[in-house]
């Protein structure tokens, strides 16, 4: 049997609509239901939600033969998975945000919030910056609308919340999209069906 990780949330389920319509079809995961594990006996595979952050944890440990992750989440935790495309969705930007009035003062430390620590210290020690990460859980937006930090770390996708908070972007760290992935052993023993999912998840991307 092949297990299969998807991220619960917007881009799993575009994720979803993409294996329906490649032939790997899990009936019952887009329905509003508080299900976790979705069967195809006929593929003999078995598709389940997890959190979008702990898919490269169920991936890596191979609970998971495959799974989908955001580029951001793999830049974050660093795996040790094989990448194996891009789905060409889910497409975000990492960037640096702060208010409109903002002026960076390089000489003083930068208040940087963000969910994302590793890659806000990666970035920032690239540019030599001294800063204090603020790891946060969500609406990173109110940090620096109320003073908790300068800037933030986040994803922008739209723009619209960046724009109806009095935020912009100051700088672009990375393109983010949808990765497939898959555990390294399973990856080597599945190698046929896993290869055949990549070439027909490609096609329909
Ligand atoms: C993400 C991100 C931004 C927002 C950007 O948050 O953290 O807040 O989407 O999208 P936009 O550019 O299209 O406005 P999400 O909605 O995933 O929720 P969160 O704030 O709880 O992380």
Request: proline share 3%; charged share 30%; glycine share 6%.
């Amino acid at each position: 049997m092949l297990n299969i990780a998807l991220p619960k949330g917007r881009l799993g389920e575009k994720v979803c609509r993409l294996f329906a319509k490649s032939g790997y079809e899990f009936p019952g995961m887009l329905d509003n239901n508080r299900r976790l594990v979705f069967l195809n006996e006929e593929l003999d595979m078995r598709c389940f939600w997890v959190k979008p952050f702990d898919v490269p944890v169920y991936v890596e440990r191979g609970t998971a033969d495959i799974g989908v992750a955001g580029k951001d989440i793999l830049l974050e935790r660093n795996p040790d998975v094989y990448e194996l495309s891009d789905l060409k969705t889910g497409y975000c930007r990492m960037s640096v945000a702060a208010r409109e009035d903002f002026i960076d003062d390089s000489r003083k430390t930068l208040a940087v919030a963000t969910e994302f620590p590793n890659i806000a210290q990666n970035y920032y020690a690239g540019l030599g910056r001294d800063i204090d990460i603020i790891t946060l859980r969500g609406s990173l937006e109110l940090a620096p609308v109320l003073g908790l930090s300068d800037v933030i770390v986040d994803i922008v996708e739209t723009g619209t919340t960046l724009r109806e908070n009095n935020l912009h972007v100051l700088s672009v760290i990375s393109e983010l999209s949808a990765r497939l992935i898959a555990n390294k052993s399973a990856y080597k023993f599945k190698k046929e069906i896993i290869s055949e999912m990549m070439r027909r998840l490609e096609t329909n991307s």
